[in-house]
């Protein structure tokens, strides 16, 4: 059968936006991993289960936020460049920062990890000696330290994988995949923008969130994969139907206050004594549990979408140097946020004081590492660059790029 071929979709500014903020919402999570009870690779004298609600906010969706938003960057790019030529940049923008990240960027979080946890004495060169030859002797109750390891990365290498799914999903269907995605375009409308996608990412998260909890070291990650990669593909296909987003707009509110509700009920749950539940209840509780939190993250991402539509659907000079800037911004953010709370601990600030300090300076010292690293073409395809930047004056405004991530 043959099915004419779609033309290439018109560029999302708002979704560049989505992405954006995403990322940034980064640097305060993983500002606030430092002060909650939760094992990170350092931690406050002050931590507590206090700031806990709040960080529940977000991550049940942001990381699946970004996947969506990368599935419709990537697709776009695909429906114009040849597969070997998608495939190619994809591996160079994404290869190249995950083997820097893992041999330069990463090391610092590991050292401080095992100075806090283990008192280990050793100094930073002796470390990475240990570091390059996978030493496995950094250990304690929880377990022993993996190294090398990619860290905060993990969506990198992740991202890197979905691609060639992509590809591969592609490559076999042709343009069956743009007739896909206009029959899930025709499925979703109405309230079954909000039913269909909440009810498979439930079913994803009962079947294998207890099963397989998460590691991210891509073997045995089987929950996030199937959560994640349908995600990606998702977005993939929404690229290809423009028309859906403005239904996703007319939703914003709707989406937001039963995301809003999820997060609620959510709190509740994780806040019960274990007590309270009865053994014999507890996996149909779970069960519930798990379809309230599929909603949420889902309409979550639907209202982070949908806002944006309405409001940032824009282009102006802040996208484009944000556009930029933020997949170098997260590749240094986590490194820095170790690195600044170990050698402020000695001050005894009081953890909102700190806490600011910490933010202002991981924003401040991430955008001044990305603003050296654009100026020089050996290090931009460190940070995830093209080795020359893009003549955007040059460029027609639908040619998407946002290709790092």
């Given at each position: ?18 992405r954006?903020?995403a990322f940034?919402i980064?640097?305060f999570?993983?500002v ?5 009870s939760w094992?990170?690779h ?16 977000s991550s049940p969706w ?7 938003v ?6 776009m ?5 040849k597969?070997?030529s998608?495939l ?15 041999l ?18 050793g100094s930073?060169l002796?470390?990475?000696r240990?570091?390059?030859i ?15 390891t ?6 990198v290498?992740y ?8 590809a591969a ?8 995949f ?10 979703l409308?109405?309230?079954k923008?909000?039913v ?26 089987w929950?996030?994969?199937?959560n ?6 998702l ?5 290809r139907?423009?028309a859906?987003?403005?239904?996703l707009d ?13 997060w609620a009920?959510?709190?509740v ?5 274990d007590a309270?539940?009865p ?31 309405r409001?940032l659907?824009h ?8 556009t930029?800037?933020?997949f170098p911004?997260y590749i ?7 690195v ?10 009081a953890?909102?004081t ?7 300076m991981?924003?401040?010292?991430s955008?001044?590492?990305f ?6 073409p050996?290090l931009?395809p460190?940070?995830g ?13 639908s ?7």
């Amino acid at each position: 059968m043959h099915l004419p071929k779609t033309a290439p979709p018109a560029r999302l500014y708002f979704l560049d936006w989505v992405r954006i903020i995403a990322f940034f919402i980064l640097i305060f999570y993983h500002v606030g991993m430092y002060y909650v009870s939760w094992y990170w690779h350092v931690k406050s004298p002050a931590a507590s289960h206090g700031p806990e609600p709040f960080m529940l906010l977000s991550s049940p969706w942001r990381l699946g936020l970004l996947f969506l938003v990368s599935g419709v960057a990537s697709s776009m790019m695909l429906a114009r460049t040849k597969m070997v030529s998608f495939l190619g940049r994809r591996s160079v923008r994404l290869l190249v920062p995950l083997v820097f990240g893992v041999l330069v960027v990463v090391p610092p979080q590991s050292y401080l990890e095992v100075v806090e946890w283990v008192n280990y004495p050793g100094s930073y060169l002796d470390f990475m000696r240990l570091y390059l030859i996978g030493y496995g002797g950094f250990c304690r109750p929880a377990g022993c330290l993996a190294i090398p390891t990619w860290n905060h990365l993990w969506f990198v290498a992740y991202l890197w994988i979905y691609t060639l799914g992509l590809a591969a999903l592609v490559t076999v269907l042709g343009q069956r995949f743009d007739l896909l995605a206009q029959k899930l375009a025709g499925l979703l409308t109405g309230w079954k923008i909000i039913v269909v996608p909440a009810a498979a990412l439930a079913t994803i998260r009962i079947l294998l969130a207890v099963r397989f909890p998460e590691n991210h070291a891509v073997i045995g990650d089987w929950f996030n994969h199937a959560n994640y990669f349908s995600l990606f593909v998702l977005g993939a296909l929404l690229a290809r139907t423009p028309a859906f987003w403005p239904r996703l707009d007319a939703l914003r509110w709707e989406c937001l206050g039963i995301a809003a509700a999820g997060w609620a009920v959510f709190v509740v749950w994780w806040a019960l004594p274990d007590a309270v539940v009865p053994a014999s209840q507890l996996a149909a509780w779970r069960t519930l549990m798990g379809a309230n939190i599929a909603l949420f993250a889902w309409c979550a991402m639907g209202a982070a979408c949908g806002f944006a539509h309405r409001h940032l659907h824009h282009d102006n000079a802040a996208r484009r140097y944000l556009t930029e800037a933020v997949f170098p911004v997260y590749i240094a953010h986590q490194t820095l946020i170790v690195v600044l709370a170990h050698s402020l601990k000695p001050l005894k600030l009081a953890p909102g004081t700190e806490a600011v300090l910490l933010i202002v300076m991981t924003a401040t010292a991430s955008f001044g590492i990305f603003d050296v690293v654009r100026r020089l073409p050996l290090l931009r395809p460190l940070f995830g660059l093209a080795r020359t930047p893009r003549q955007r004056a040059a460029a027609p405004a639908s040619v998407p790029t946002a290709e790092a991530a």
